[in-house]
């Protein structure tokens, strides 16, 4: 059990939501994504970038909130778990689709061609007139969050297996966790993946995405026992370099045999069920490696606190929640212009930090209200959290 604050988490949690703006805004410049705004010029340089992220952030932003949840659990009944989560995730969530995406949906239409108006005269249509992308209605980002509350009330059930308060699962986890035993721990990613991938592609809609919420679950589920048994960091942090070595082969390997792969499975052609399980253990083996990089070289580099982490810590969540508007917006406003596309995208990128940081600053942190409605901590509580220095008490979840 991790006993004491472990601020490499902290900043790795920063990190891996910081990432977001970088991702989101050079979809920009890339051909398919969010936002539906797009360049003329693209860049090859931000499709590898998206293209390699695509493999490992989403699962390190569920791993990192499967580690925050282990620390809220600690402290909380089941029932005040439930409430607590409820009120830190579904209050958003709501603000967020009411309120968040429909600016959003506005530019994008616009953009494409599908709607000419103000905003005033859009916002009704964004509830009536059917489901996005052929309708309006949409929660973009806001995806993460419904996952994450059902992965909260999904793991109500399985946290007693992983809290340590189970020796076997104790034992077995932490014979695992020794030397590159730990790297074992890929196989149940493997299962879940060459058994649902091909069937389930992925639309994150909670219907035909169960390969990535199996895949997500595990990871949460595992960042709940990695919070739980301390021996798996101290082993990632030992094999850091193993792990990064091993990322950077597999991605290379798996980038020049499977690149723009799309497998339809017939399981009647053995050759293209053994090419399928290949991808499967390569992508599922890069992504294991790369959560694990970051786990180690996180422990090594990043065993430090100081008032910059202390309030990015607590503005994460804001800032999730904010940040692919204002690129979206962002965006709609440079394409058409006679810029570069660095330009275009450090001007997005910079801009999007500079606005997301004042409204938090400015908005939503000095207003108890205005922090209930974004998942923040109310402030006399945050104070009392933060003074007592309970591991894990002012972590994000997401």
């Not at 253990?281 to 070289?297: D, I, K, T, V």
């Not at 008032?307 to 690129?327: D, G, M, Q, R």
């Not at 108890?368 to 923040?376: P, S, T």
Request: aromatic share 18%; charged share 15%.
């Amino acid at each position: 059990m991790i006993a004491a604050r472990r601020y490499d988490l902290d900043w790795l949690r920063v990190i891996a939501f910081a990432i977001l703006i970088y991702f989101h805004s050079a979809i920009i410049f890339i051909p398919g994504g969010l936002p539906l705004i797009q360049n003329a010029e693209t860049s090859a340089v931000m499709h590898i970038f998206v293209q390699i992220s695509s493999q490992f952030r989403l699962g390190l932003l569920f791993l990192i909130s499967g580690v925050g949840v282990a620390f809220v659990r600690r402290r909380l009944s089941a029932r005040e778990f439930v409430a607590e989560r409820s009120r830190r995730l579904l209050i958003p969530l709501v603000v967020g689709i009411a309120f968040i995406i429909p600016p959003m949906v506005y530019l994008e239409k616009v953009f494409i061609g599908d709607f000419a108006g103000n905003f005033f005269s859009f916002y009704p249509r964004f509830f009536t007139q059917g489901v996005y992308p052929q309708g309006n209605l949409s929660w973009h980002h806001f995806w993460f969050v419904a996952y994450l509350y059902l992965f909260c009330l999904l793991g109500l059930r399985l946290f007693k297996y992983f809290d340590g308060s189970s020796k076997p699962i104790s034992n077995l986890i932490n014979r695992y966790s020794q030397g590159l035993r730990l790297y074992a721990f890929v196989i149940p990613l493997f299962i879940v993946e060459v058994s649902l991938r091909a069937f389930f592609p992925g639309f994150r809609d909670l219907i035909h995405d169960w390969a990535s919420f199996a895949h997500w679950f595990l990871l949460f589920i595992a960042g709940f026992t990695i919070a739980n048994h301390v021996r798996v960091l101290d082993s990632a942090v030992r094999l850091r370099k193993i792990s990064l070595s091993a990322a950077l082969v597999l991605t290379a390997l798996m980038f020049f045999f499977f690149d723009g792969t799309d497998f339809n499975v017939d399981r009647a052609d053995p050759l293209l069920l053994a090419k399928y399980a290949g991808y499967c253990a390569l992508r599922m083996s890069m992504a294991w490696c790369c959560l694990l990089s970051c786990l180690g070289f996180a422990g090594r580099y990043l065993q430090f606190s100081n008032p910059a982490l202390s309030y990015l810590n607590e503005a994460v969540y804001p800032f999730f929640i904010l940040h692919l508007t204002f690129i979206t917006a962002l965006g709609f406003e440079v394409v058409g212009l006679d810029w570069g596309i660095g330009q275009k995208y450090l001007f997005i990128t910079t801009g999007t930090i500079v606005l997301v940081l004042g409204c938090y600053h400015f908005l939503i942190r000095p207003f108890n209200i205005m922090r209930l409605l974004f998942g923040v901590k109310p402030k006399t509580s945050a104070k009392k959290v933060v003074s007592a220095g309970v591991p894990g008490s002012n972590s994000l979840m997401p």
